[in-house]
């Protein structure tokens, strides 16, 4: 197993937002008596667990397709991807509101390309964000991301053509929402609905390659 290690065990979207509450708790003691402002000091605490992003050992499997976020399984059917036009299967995951935010790839390879969604035209069903990474030896994974009714664009740290790790930290996505994986349909699906899974961990799928 290789240690994903490539980052502290707080996001760094949260940072800023812990430093502040702990400026603002730290007023307020000064000013006041600490019985008065404790409370002030549950919100930095509060933070540090909503952006906690702790280390993941990623399995050293090259044909393995690991989840992306940490969320529950919802469904897993054979279906048509219209994204890049083939026969796959769709994995659909939900992430809670208290799962960790980090976004980590699935598989290890290359951008081929990426789809926004803009907000004044999207419809409720529609992804804010797709995007197609593709192995060495061709094995092609496209994750999809839903955010539901409040507008919350997910952050995406990897573009068109740049190179990602399995299991590399590539974006965050704050609060939940619904991620679609479409793996090939050649592929031999790990998991089963219902189940819990961990972003860079968990093994959803293998690549089958017959010689």
């Not at 708790?25 to 933070?47: H, I, K, N, Q």
């Not at 593709?134 to 740049?162: K, S």
Request: glycine share 6%.
């Amino acid at each position: 197993m290789a240690l994903q290690n490539q980052h502290t065990l707080i996001a760094r979207e949260g940072r800023l937002l812990i430093v502040f509450s702990i400026v603002i708790a730290s007023v307020l003691t000064y000013y006041f008596s600490f019985l008065t402002a404790g409370a002030s000091w549950l919100l930095p605490l509060l933070f540090a667990f909503l952006f906690r992003d702790p280390t993941r050992k990623v399995p050293s499997e090259p044909l393995a397709v690991v989840s992306p976020v940490d969320a529950r399984i919802l469904s897993i059917a054979k279906c048509r991807d219209g994204y890049i036009d083939r026969n796959a299967v769709k994995i659909v995951l939900s992430m809670g509101p208290l799962d960790v935010f980090s976004v980590r790839s699935p598989i290890e390879g290359k951008v081929i390309h990426q789809w926004y969604v803009d907000e004044n035209v999207a419809v409720s069903d529609a992804p804010v964000f797709a995007q197609w990474i593709q192995t060495d030896e061709n094995d092609d994974v496209l994750l999809a991301m839903f955010t539901g009714r409040f507008w919350r664009r997910p952050r995406n740290y990897i573009q068109f053509g740049d190179r990602v790790g399995q299991g590399q930290r590539c974006g965050f996505m704050s609060f939940g929402a619904v991620v679609e994986v479409y793996v090939p349909d050649t592929a031999r699906i790990e998991i089963k609905e219902g189940q819990r899974v961990t972003a860079g961990e968990t093994v959803m799928a293998h690549f089958i390659h017959r010689g």
